[in-house]
């Protein structure tokens, strides 16, 4: 069974904190992803990753960057926090050529910067 | 712009209801299709893909209309365990296998006893 863990369930920054959400799967996927879901606005992509050390920017990478220096690992980090980042964080990973396309979710991370 | 535009519901009905649920989507290029189902507070999870020719998975039905970009699920007999968001999903055009996800903002179905 595919295994996408989050480093934490819920996490309280304040403004101006740098903030790193982890994202660790576990089935050796190629691909991995970070999206944000806000009410209303559904799940929007930030980063995106095809393999170790590639990234590649989403629809909204404003305020975001990303590292994957292992395949396994792709970390979001928030340089300077603000409250307009308050969200849920959900971290995805696919393996391409293996069968119909799914991503698989972690349970995602709600932050929230005061 | 590439979108996917759902109809946000909420959705109640009573248990054993039929309820279709409907999607558009802006690029006619688009090859693959899917709907994902997010219960609350959970993350979403693939529910099924969505076939040409339409395909079904025991009480749940979805059909594609690529003329009109138009897709459709469709829940017969529906349980208290229905319950959730759905979220229709389409893969972006890109080259080989790679393309990301464009996801609708999710249709809220709450079935009723």
């Known amino acids: 069974d595919v295994k996408v863990t989050q480093s934490s369930r819920y996490l309280v920054k304040r403004t101006g904190e740098k903030v790193f959400l982890e994202c660790v799967q576990d089935?050796?996927?190629?691909?991995m992803f970070w999206y944000r879901q806000d009410p209303g606005l559904g799940l929007r992509l930030i980063y995106f990753?095809?393999?170790?050390?590639?990234?590649e920017k989403g629809d909204i990478p404003e305020g975001y960057s990303v590292s994957r220096e292992k395949k396994e690992r792709f970390s979001l980090i928030l340089e300077s926090a603000s409250t307009n980042q308050t969200s849920m964080y959900l971290c995805?990973?696919?393996?391409?050529?293996?069968?119909?396309?799914?991503?698989?979710f972690g349970p995602g991370t709600r932050l929230t910067v005061t | 712009r590439k979108e996917v535009e759902q109809d946000p519901g909420p959705f109640n009905v009573p248990e054993g209801a039929t309820v279709a649920f409907n999607c558009t989507y802006s690029?006619?290029?688009?090859?693959?299709f899917f709907w994902y189902r997010q219960d609350c507070r959970k993350e979403p999870k693939l529910l099924m893909s969505?076939?040409?020719s339409g395909n079904e998975d025991g009480r749940f039905t979805a059909q594609l209309n690529r003329a009109s970009q138009y897709i459709s699920l469709l829940i017969r007999d529906s349980k208290l365990s229905d319950s959730a968001t759905y979220l229709c999903?389409?893969?972006?055009?890109?080259?080989?296998?790679?393309?990301?996800?464009?996801f609708g903002k999710g249709t809220k179905l709450s079935v009723k006893p």
């Open positions: 089935m050796d996927h190629e691909n």
């Open positions: 999903v389409v893969k972006e055009v890109r080259g080989g296998s790679q393309g990301n996800l464009i």
């Open positions: 995805a990973s696919h393996s391409p050529g293996t069968g119909p396309y799914e991503q698989y």
């Open positions: 690029n006619s290029a688009s090859q693959s």
């Open positions: 990753s095809y393999d170790v050390k590639m990234k």
């Open positions: 969505v076939y040409s």
